[in-house]
């Protein structure tokens, strides 16, 4: 009987402290919810903060308010590091002086100090080059799909990498600017893997197109390939197998077009002139080779 008195009198007793201890833990629990909900509503803020002031500065090109927006240990998934990134920044704003930015957020994703931000972004510009002592004005066109990975240093957080999905780029001259030109190949391969890369021109029959497609290795600075010219045929689509460096470096999928237009001047007279120009590139992210993986039998 004294054992029952004795179990009853510790159950008596632990209960209440047992409940007291789960409330407790509950309302705890509700606290540490709220602040965490609290702290990561301030941290998108400040992320939609930065890059609102990212797009305002890329779009006055001001590389010297922008530098301070990144860690100083950044880098892309190009191995780009701070210093080269912006020496190429830099050079791209003084070929192209009115390149303007767009930036839309897809999402936000919050890992304590760190974060990834999924964007797509846009530019567009105008460029002059002289062509047989000729000034020809050109547009450049690109749209991007990509992760930027941001750090929390003091409070503030700071842009310390990206990561480039997509990217397709066009730089077009003359009548090229007119029509629908579409670069096809992969958008991610092995290194040294053979894929192709494809070319298709929407033009009319009076339009004869020259063209040429490499593959251009990520490096700084950069090298322009050099390939053979080769005709379009009737389909007005160019075909290339390629292989896939083996640097294990990202590279572009280059093609590079020759316009030329046939106007007739009268019964058996034609004049072929040039009409336009056009580079057009897409990114192909390329995987190195992982030596250090075994299957088992």
Known sequence: MRKIIFTLLLLSLITPLTSVEANATII????????????????????KQLFKTHNEYANKHNSAGLKPLYADNYINNDGFDKATYFKSIDETWAACEDLTYSTKILSI????E????????????????????????????????????????NGNWYISGETAITDESSLLYGDARFMNIEINSPAQVSAGEDYTIGVKVDADEDTFIIGSIDHDPVKYPPKTPKSELRALGQSQTLERIIKANTDNLNEYAVASLAISKVRTLG???????????????????????????????
Do not use: W
Not at 267 to 296: D, Q
């Open 114 to 153: 760190n974060a990834s931000v999924n964007v797509e972004e846009s530019a567009s510009g105008t460029i002059t080059e002289t062509i047989e002592s000729v000034p020809v004005a050109g547009e450049i066109h690109s749209k991007a799909v990509g992760i930027y990975h941001l750090i929390k240093i």
């Open 28 to 47: 705890s629990d509700r606290a540490y919810r709220a602040e965490l909900r609290k702290e990561q509503k301030q941290d998108i803020k400040q992320i």
């Open 109 to 112: 994703n919050i890992n304590g």
């Open 267 to 297: 019964e058996e007279h034609y004049r072929i002139y040039m009409a336009g120009l056009a580079c057009v590139m897409k990114r192909v992210n390329v995987v190195p080779k992982n030596n250090f993986i075994e299957i088992e039998e």
